[in-house]
């Protein structure tokens, strides 16, 4: 995971949404070391919510980005079954991954879109 912050020309404030907002009001990533996501991201000074909290069947943690978007790092407790690394292993979740394989590929070749 990445965050960009430009400060020529700077970034221009907007207005911070409630997470109660209808619509879109997140994006989650899984981490496999939620702990390690945790220091490393404030070390970088990245606004955060709060230390990781255990809220039974996973371990998570919100924060913002430089325009004030919220994220989640989701670390699945142990044995959890709804997991990416689950997801991908059925058949469905392989299809998808195989399509998104392919895409990039033609992404990168320049191809992709035509």
Known sequence: ??????????TTPVARQALNTPGWNH??????????DYRRLVSHGIELHGPPQDVGSATVLFGRDPDGNVFELLQ??????????AMIEEQQGR???IA???WRKQLAAGVAGQ
């Not at 044995?79 to 690394?85: C, D, E, S």
């Open 76 to 85: 699945p407790g142990q044995g959890a079954a709804l997991t990416v690394k």
């Open 95 to 97: 299809a998808v991954d």
């Open 27 to 36: 994006i989650c990533f899984e981490s496999d070391d939620l702990e390690a």
């Open 100 to 102: 998104r394989t392919a």
């Open 1 to 10: 995971m990445e965050f960009w912050q430009y400060h020529q020309p700077p």
